[in-house]
C-alpha cells in the first residue's frame, strides 16, 4: 500500500513539475529521484516555486508551510517527492 | 475597453484576473474572446482602476473600485443597447459581483485569500534566493504599499482581498480543471496556465472554453 501510495504521489509531483515548468512529457519521464532541479532548471525560478508548492498543495490535498521549506527540498527530484509524501503521510 | 467579434445584441463581458495572473492569462483569455466571434457573440475586456493600460498606478487600486469600476463597464455596454452576460477567470470573479447581466461564467474561480497567498510564497521564494527575509505578516497594518511578485500593492487593497471569495448565486455556470477538487458544472482536463512560470497560451482550450460561454450565453438569452 505504501508503495502504491508512493508512486502515485511521485506521478503527482511529475505532473505538477510539466504542467508548471512548461516540460514535455518526455522530459519529466526521464526524471529520477536523482535528476536536479533547483539550479539546474532554467525555468525553476522564484515564481516557479510558488506555483509548484501552491499546485502540490491543491493536488494533493496538503498544506505547506514555508518554514518546511528549506534549500534541500527542492534540490532533485527525489528530495520533493520524499518532502511529499511526508506532507501527505503526515 | 477593448471589443471582439461582430456587434451583437448579446455581449460578453469579460472580467480579467489581476495582478501577476492578468500577464499569465491575457493572451489566453484574448484568445478565448476572439473566439467567441465564432459563435457570432461580441465580447468587451475592459481595463479595471490600476491594472492593464489603466493610468492608476497599481499601488492605488483598490477592491471597491474594481467592482464599481466594472459595474459601470456593464451600465455603459446596456446603455448602447447590449444584452450583457459575463465571464470571469480566476481573481477576476472577485470583482464582477456587482455588475448587473444577464447570465454570468467563472472559470477556475479562486479565493482572494488564495491569491494573496501565492504572491506572498512567491515574494519569499524570492527573498530566500537573495539571502534576505520576508515575513508573511509582514502585509498586515498600516505601512506603505507592498511589493509582491512584481506589483506594488496597497495594504487596504491586500486585506479587502483576504475577505473576498468569488461571487455566487443565481445565473452562474462554474467551469474548473479536472485537477481542482472544488464542485464546478464541468471539469476540464489541460493544464493550468496562471502557474506557467512563463506566459503561454492554450487556442484549442480557449476554443472549448468559448464554445461552452457561447451555449450559456445562447441558453440565457433565449
Known amino acids: ?90 | 475597453m477593448l471589443r471582439f467579434g461582430p456587434q451583437s445584441r448579446e455581449v460578453v463581458l469579460a472580467a480579467m484576473p489581476p495582478f501577476e495572473e492578468a500577464n499569465r492569462l491575457r493572451a489566453f483569455f484574448v484568445t478565448l474572446l476572439r473566439a467567441l466571434g465564432d459563435h457570432g457573440i461580441g465580447a468587451a475586456l475592459p481595463d479595471i482602476p490600476g491594472q492593464g493600460e489603466s493610468l492608476r498606478p497599481t499601488e492605488d487600486a483598490a477592491l471597491d473600485d474594481w467592482r464599481d469600476a466594472f459595474a459601470a463597464a456593464e451600465e455603459k455596454l446596456t446603455r448602447e443597447g447590449a444584452r450583457v452576460h459575463i465571464a470571469a477567470m480566476r481573481g477576476g470573479t472577485l470583482y464582477d459581483g456587482r455588475a448587473n447581466c444577464q447570465s454570468r461564467w467563472h472559470f477556475a474561480p479562486v479565493t482572494g485569500a488564495a491569491l494573496v497567498r501565492d504572491m506572498v510564497r512567491a515574494r519569499q521564494a524570492a527573498a530566500k534566493e537573495s539571502g534576505e527575509a520576508f515575513d508573511a505578516k509582514a502585509i498586515a497594518g498600516d505601512g506603505p504599499p507592498v511589493e509582491l511578485a512584481g506589483n506594488l500593492i496597497a495594504r487596504a487593497m491586500l486585506t479587502d482581498l483576504q475577505g473576498a471569495v468569488p461571487y455566487a448565486g443565481p445565473g452562474l455556470r462554474t467551469l474548473r480543471l479536472d485537477t481542482d477538487a472544488a464542485p464546478a458544472d464541468r471539469k476540464i482536463v489541460a493544464r493550468p496556465l496562471w502557474r506557467r512560470a512563463e506566459p503561454d497560451n492554450n487556442p484549442a482550450m480557449a476554443r472549448e472554453l468559448a464554445a461552452d460561454l457561447a451555449d450559456w450565453v445562447k441558453q440565457c438569452a433565449s
Request: aromatic share 4%; glycine share 10%.
Open chain 1, 1 to 90: 500500500m505504501i508503495s502504491e501510495q508512493h508512486g502515485e504521489i511521485e506521478a503527482t509531483v511529475r505532473a505538477v513539475l510539466r504542467d508548471v515548468l512548461g516540460l514535455s512529457d518526455a522530459q519529466v519521464e526521464g526524471f529520477d529521484p536523482t535528476t536536479p532541479l533547483f539550479g539546474a532548471l532554467p525555468e525553476l525560478d522564484s515564481m516557479a516555486v510558488a506555483g509548484v508548492l501552491t499546485e502540490l498543495e491543491d493536488r494533493l490535498g496538503i498544506v505547506i508551510d514555508d518554514d518546511d521549506i528549506d534549500g534541500d527540498t527542492l534540490e532533485t527530484f527525489g528530495s520533493l517527492t520524499r518532502f511529499a509524501v511526508g506532507k501527505v503521510s503526515s
